[in-house]
C-alpha cells in the first residue's frame, strides 16, 4: 500500500482508468482516489479516464483526456483484473502502471500490483488504503461517498458473502461522513417500469435444471420488445439468487457482435468456466462472452457439472 503513495507523491500527472461497462465498484474505486489525491495533493493533474456510464453520473463524471495527458504520467487502473477490460487502451502508454484490483490476480499486468481477492470490493480497498496511511491524508466527503457507493454496490447491498466484519466497520465510519446513503441506494436500486416487465418475464421463463443450475437467454429482439438495454438486462443477473432450489445461475445476454455471459453461484465455483470464455472473475461471480447461441448448451452443460462436484 506505501508503494501506491510513493508512486503517486514522485508523479506530477496521474491518470485513472478501470474497467469497461462499469459498475459502481468501478466508479467508486476510479473516483473516489481521483477525489484522495485531488484533496492532498491539489498541484498534480488528476485525470479520470474511460466512456461515462449514464447511470452512474450521479456518484461522478469522466473527464476529457487526450494523448498527450499520458506522456510522463503514472497511470493506475482501479478494478480491472486482465488488460482487455481496460477502458480506454491508451494506459499502457503511461511511463508507470499501477493495478490495484480485488479480482484474483491471472493476468499480472502493470509495473506494480495490489491485489487483495479477500477484499469485498476495490473500493474497500481505497479506503483501507486510506486508513493506513489517514495521518499524512484526508479523506474528503465525496471520496467517502463513492467508496460507500463501491462498496454497497459489489456485496449485493452487503448481502453477499465478500462482505466482512471489516466490510461491515468500514461502512460503520463512512456513514459518519455528509453524504446521503438514501440518494446512493435509490439511485443504485430504483427499477424502471420497462425493466420490472423484463423481469417479470425472465421469473416466467426461466429454466431449472435437476442440478439446480437456471439458465436465463436475453436475445436482442426481447430488449427491444421490452425496450431495455443490455446494461439494463444485466443489472437484473441476481434476481435469481433468492429462489429455492437454485445453486448455480446464468444469464446469456445478446449484444451487436456478441452474446454476454453472467456467472452467479451459491456454492459453486463459476470463474473457471469464465476463464475458458475469455472472461473471469470471482469464484462465485463471474463474466465471458460467447459468440453463437449454439454455445449455450455447452456452457450450460459445465455449469451443471460445476454444480455436481461442488
Excluded at 93 to 108: I, S
Excluded at 239 to 255: P, Q, R, T, Y
Amino acid at each position: 500500500m506505501s508503494e501506491l503513495l510513493n508512486a503517486i507523491k514522485a508523479a506530477q500527472k496521474i491518470v485513472i482508468h478501470r474497467h469497461v461497462r462499469p459498475d459502481p465498484d468501478a466508479y467508486g474505486s476510479q473516483c473516489s482516489l481521483a477525489e484522495i489525491i485531488k484533496e492532498n495533493f491539489p498541484e498534480k493533474t488528476v485525470l479520470r479516464a474511460g466512456e461515462g456510464e449514464p447511470t452512474l453520473q450521479f456518484l461522478s463524471k469522466m473527464d476529457e483526456v487526450e494523448d498527450v495527458d499520458f506522456k510522463d504520467a503514472l497511470v493506475i487502473v482501479c478494478d480491472t483484473a486482465n488488460q482487455a477490460r481496460v477502458d480506454d487502451q491508451r494506459y499502457a502508454t503511461g511511463a508507470t502502471v499501477f493495478k490495484v484490483d480485488h479480482h484474483p490476480n491471472d493476468d499480472p499486468y502493470g509495473d506494480y500490483n495490489w491485489v487483495e481477492t479477500t477484499a469485498s470490493s476495490t473500493s474497500e480497498m481505497i479506503y483501507e488504503w486510506y486508513s493506513t496511511h489517514k495521518e499524512e491524508l484526508r479523506l474528503p466527503a465525496k471520496a467517502a461517498e463513492l467508496i460507500y457507493a463501491g462498496i454497497v454496490g459489489d456485496t449485493g447491498r452487503f448481502l453477499f458473502p465478500s462482505a466482512s466484519p471489516k466490510t461491515y466497520r468500514y461502512a460503520s465510519e463512512l456513514v459518519t461522513y455528509p453524504f446521503s446513503r438514501t440518494v446512493i441506494h435509490d439511485a443504485l436500486y430504483e427499477t424502471k417500469a420497462n425493466v420490472l416487465r423484463l423481469q417479470g418475464h425472465i421469473l416466467q421463463t426461466f429454466s431449472l435444471s435437476e442440478e439446480g443450475v437456471a439458465s436465463v437467454s436475453i436475445t436482442r429482439q426481447m430488449l427491444k420488445q421490452f425496450e431495455t438495454t443490455a446494461q439494463e438486462a444485466s443489472q437484473l443477473v441476481g434476481m435469481l439468487g433468492n429462489v429455492s432450489g437454485i445453486k448455480a445461475w446464468v444469464f446469456f445476454i445478446e449484444e451487436e457482435h456478441l452474446i454476454r455471459v453472467r456467472l452467479r453461484s451459491k456454492g459453486p465455483v463459476v470463474n473457471t468456466i469464465a476463464k475458458r470464455y475469455e472472461g473471469g472473475g470471482h469464484p462465485l461471480a463471474a463474466g465471458a462472452s460467447i459468440y453463437d447461441w449454439e454455445m449455450v448448451h455447452q456452457v450450460v452443460s459445465e455449469l451443471k457439472r460445476a454444480t455436481l462436484e461442488a
